[in-house]
């Protein structure tokens, strides 16, 4: 089946730096969706991505889907405290499912 | 607008017993998707309904099966428990249609330990 590769895993680091992670496909996707999970929580939709190449930022994050369609980038700039969570990434061929990255667990040191 | 709402919020069942999770779909959607998300892992598609019919299903055994109702609401139901169905369990609700949904919005899910 798909795989959806994301990294980091984890990331710690101080609060006003920029973030960046990252997802890569051995298959296309149409769609692209990123996602960030607090504890107990749902995934909530942070940016979603339809056209190769597409680059759309959502306040202080901005997403790009890659030309080749197989990856998709999201960065944070000027992180805050609230930025902890799981970022996840996520595929959508057509249709029906989302494919799911594994998550970047990131931390954020005030 | 509403969003969408699942219960319970977290459910104990014993080895073997069967369960029934709920979910209310956003205002306006008329698709269900569930997924089943491991500790430390990403959401992993179950199946998702589309007019009251299933319409795609991941790599999950028949015991897990699901229903959608007129007002896309929808339930999943899982048979038989085993140790490894205990996960929390995520309903997002899309607009679909003509093989794209769009929209996807997730519940905040059911945590389910099987003992």
């Known amino acids: 089946g798909q795989q959806l590769n994301q990294s980091p895993q984890s990331m710690f680091i101080q609060e006003g730096e920029d973030v960046s992670m990252n997802c890569t496909s051995s298959s296309i996707f149409n769609t692209w969706l990123w996602y960030k999970q607090d504890p107990g929580e749902g995934p909530v939709l942070l940016i979603a991505l339809y056209k190769a190449g597409e680059l759309t930022s959502n306040g202080r994050l901005t997403a790009q889907f890659g030309i080749t369609r197989k990856d998709s980038f999201l960065n944070i700039s000027a992180s805050i405290p609230s930025d902890v969570g799981i970022y996840f990434c996520?595929?959508?061929?057509?249709?029906?499912?989302?494919?799911f990255g594994e998550g970047t667990q990131l931390t954020v040191n005030p | 607008e509403t969003g969408v709402t699942q219960s319970p919020t977290h459910l104990i069942k014993t080895r073997g017993q069967q369960v029934t999770l709920r979910c209310s779909s956003q205002?306006?959607?008329?698709?269900v998707s569930w997924y089943q998300q491991a500790l430390g892992q990403g959401p992993q598609f179950i199946f998702q309904?589309?007019?009251?019919?299933?319409?795609g299903r991941g790599n999950f055994p028949p015991r897990f099966s699901g229903l959608q109702f007129p007002n896309y609401s929808s339930e999943l139901n899982v048979n038989a428990l085993e140790l490894d169905d205990s996960a929390l369990y995520l309903c997002?609700?899309?607009?679909?249609?003509?093989?794209?949904?769009?929209?996807?919005?997730f519940g905040s899910g059911t945590r389910l330990t099987v003992v």
């Open positions: 205002s306006g959607h008329n698709t």
């Open positions: 996520a595929g959508q061929p057509s249709g029906s499912r989302l494919t």
């Open positions: 997002a609700s899309s607009l679909g249609g003509g093989g794209w949904n769009y929209g996807y919005t």
């Open positions: 309904y589309y007019r009251e019919e299933e319409n």
